[in-house]
């Protein structure tokens, strides 16, 4: 769908003459469906992974509720880091009124300090997002799967406090060595471009740079789920040593942990793809009603463009945030199946038989492999 409304989006494009985003939204089409085509060998452990973490979130609705509350802390914080960025500039930038008054003004002062906010804002932001990540696989998702759920009780409750008490250090030291690696790769990639440029060592060192910090982000995220599967009972150390077991389990020369984990992403990214549509689909509905059916509402061409990108963003973001809580589902599933495959004749029979049996999961039978 998300293709189809990509080539769609271009041909609209192409009819209103704007062949700059017809061009780039035509090449990203062209690109998604051609990952979507050597990435379907993927798709059936993906669809009831998804199946299973749908299950999973129906039990327990809460789990929404926790990443949009998430988001509006998120974006608080934002606004305050915000607020603290430009203050640091007023008061220490030198020239500005502040300095006449009084106190310590400098090029170099200024720099540590913004450079500081940022690490910070990082650091930050990074903590509440783990906190997240861990409220919802140590609470709704791996409490159903285990069957040691409540229905009197909240368990993104339970895991929010067990989160921000006995796993804070955790989550702060994970957050802290994201954080730390983001803003090296910023400083490398400034400085790669202010000595070589736009040019294809600058652009080698980009794409380097940007699949360790995706590596490394997806890693944290698989520590702290596997911390909230094990009910917070172990600290970061252990459970990336698990997670390192993990990647390594393997069945004659398949490494099923791996493939599974890969597999885990694509669902990650059918569920982007599915946004993408939606925030398309939104956008269309935006520009047919502004354009066509009230014509009051065209102001110019500048804000009309710049209103239907708006409308983009908004439903892209709206999406992704929904979507997040079944991505993290799937990430908790996984890691719950590795723990205790057991479990998954009860909470998707279905995909349990198919698992066991169907030839097309043969690479990734080795995940039942405790049961036996």
């Known amino acids: 769908m998300a293709v189809i409304f990509c080539l769609a989006a271009a041909g609209g494009f192409i009819y209103l003459q704007a062949w700059g985003s017809a061009a780039i939204v035509g090449i990203f089409g062209v690109v998604l469906g051609a990952s979507l085509w050597f990435l379907r060998g993927k798709y059936l452990l993906a669809r009831d992974l998804l199946d299973t973490a749908n299950k999973g979130a129906k039990a327990h609705w809460s789990v929404f509720?926790?990443?949009?509350?998430?988001?509006?802390?998120?974006?608080?914080v934002s606004l305050w880091n915000l607020f603290t960025f430009v203050a640091v500039y007023l008061r220490f930038s030198p020239g500005q009124a502040a300095c006449d008054t009084g106190g310590s003004c400098s090029a170099g002062l200024l720099a540590t300090l913004l450079i500081y906010v940022l690490i910070s804002h990082l650091w930050i932001s990074s903590v509440i997002g783990n906190v997240i990540i861990l409220t919802l696989a140590g609470g709704p998702y791996s409490r159903w799967w285990f069957g040691t759920d409540s229905k009197d009780k909240s368990e993104s409750w339970y895991a929010l406090r067990k989160a921000t008490s006995t796993s804070l250090g955790s989550v702060a030291f994970g957050s802290l060595l994201v954080g730390l690696v983001e803003t090296l790769?910023?400083?490398?990639?400034?400085?790669?471009?202010?000595?070589?440029?736009?040019?294809?060592?600058?652009?080698?060192?980009?794409?380097?740079?940007?699949?360790?910090?995706?590596?490394?982000?997806?890693?944290?995220?698989?520590?702290?789920?596997?911390?909230?599967?094990?009910?917070?009972?172990?600290?970061?150390?252990?459970?990336?040593?698990?997670?390192?077991?993990?990647?390594?389990?393997?069945?004659g020369d398949q490494r099923v942990g791996l493939n599974a984990m890969i597999t885990d992403c694509i669902v990650g990214f059918s569920l982007y793809t599915t946004c993408i549509a939606c925030a398309i689909v939104c956008t269309a509905v935006t520009y047919v009603y502004t354009i066509i059916i009230d014509g009051t509402a065209k102001v110019d061409d500048w804000w009309d463009w710049l209103i239907l990108v708006y409308t983009f963003i908004l439903a892209l973001n709206i999406g992704l945030v929904l979507t997040s809580a079944l991505e993290a589902g799937v990430s908790t599933i996984l890691l719950c199946l590795d723990k205790d495959p057991s479990k998954l004749k009860d909470r998707n029979p279905n995909f349990y038989e198919r698992l066991k049996e169907h030839e097309a999961y043969g690479n990734y039978r080795a995940l039942l492999e405790e049961e036996k």
């Open 185 to 251: 790769a910023f400083i490398i990639k400034t400085i790669s471009l202010e000595l070589c440029g736009s040019s294809i060592f600058t652009c080698c060192c980009f794409c380097v740079i940007n699949i360790i910090e995706g590596l490394l982000e997806v890693f944290n995220k698989y520590v702290y789920v596997k911390i909230g599967v094990d009910d917070f009972q172990y600290g970061f150390i252990p459970s990336a040593k698990e997670i390192i077991h993990i990647v390594k389990k393997k069945k």
């Open 65 to 76: 509720w926790t990443v949009l509350i998430g988001l509006v802390v998120e974006g608080l």
